[in-house]
């Protein structure tokens, strides 16, 4: 491991920081393994594995003191609140973060749609700032352990049915509320997230060049939360 030349910082509460730039060696490429990422509020990640990675409870917690803060219009406490929530973020982040880059040689995200702040008070920008760190953490973690990371619009990602993909899924604002629903075309049942990140995913190895191996394995990644979604189905009514 190598320092480089760092500088000098201070965050929001005037605390200083010094950042140093390491040289790591980079991790030897690894099997590949795919992984959709949709990005959220209360649950910062789903994955098109179908699991969650839920935002810790000190962060909906802090949302709260803070907005009350605001409200006092007690500046130096939002302050203070903002910047310890910041960084216990940061670190929650970090982590996630590594441990998706350790596990996945490719990890595909969604651009997220503004619809998913319609129902926070939270200022965009906070979401903003929280998402966009988390993806370049994705980003650099993806390449220092020799994998790939992808970014993808996620429009229609929510609405398409990643078994059969008519779009027959929750549209708008009015259908946000709706978190599990049944494909009226195929019949599989989804979870609303996870069926959003294997479209994720899939768009993403669509985009990646390099084609016929990645499509195969899209194909069998769709197969797998395909048969995961019909196993956990109820019985269809005949
Ligand atoms: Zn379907």
Redesign the pocket.
């Known amino acids: 491991m190598r320092f480089g030349a760092g500088s000098f910082n201070a965050d929001a509460k005037g605390r200083w920081y010094v950042n140093l730039p390491v040289e790591v060696t980079c991790a030897e490429p690894k099997p590949e393994r795919v992984v959709g990422i949709d990005l959220g509020l209360k649950t910062l990640a789903t994955l098109s594995t179908g699991n969650k990675i839920e935002m810790p409870r000190f962060y909906r917690e802090s949302e709260q003191a803070l907005a009350t803060a605001q409200r006092a219009r007690k500046t130096k406490r939002a302050r203070a609140i903002h910047a310890k929530a910041r960084n216990r973020r940061k670190d929650f982040m970090h982590k996630a973060s590594a441990a998706l880059a350790q596990e996945y040689g490719t990890i595909v995200v969604g651009d997220v749609s503004p619809s998913k702040l319609a129902k926070t008070r939270m200022a965009k920008s906070v979401y903003d700032a929280g998402w966009a760190g988390f993806k370049q953490m994705l980003s650099y973690k993806a390449v220092r352990h020799g994998g790939r990371f992808v970014e993808v619009s996620e429009v229609h990602s929510s609405q398409a ?1 990643s ?4 779009r ?1 899924g929750p549209r708008g604002l009015k259908d946000l509320g709706i978190r599990r629903w049944r ?1 009226s ?4 049942v989804h979870d609303r997230d996870a069926n959003a990140a294997l479209n994720i995913a899939r768009v993403g190895l669509d985009t990646l060049a390099g084609g016929a191996p990645l499509l195969d394995q899209a194909e069998s990644l769709i197969g797998q939360i395909g048969e995961q979604a019909r196993s956990s189905a109820p019985s269809r009514p005949s």
């Open positions: 049915c078994s059969c993909f008519v027959s494909c075309d195929c019949g599989a």
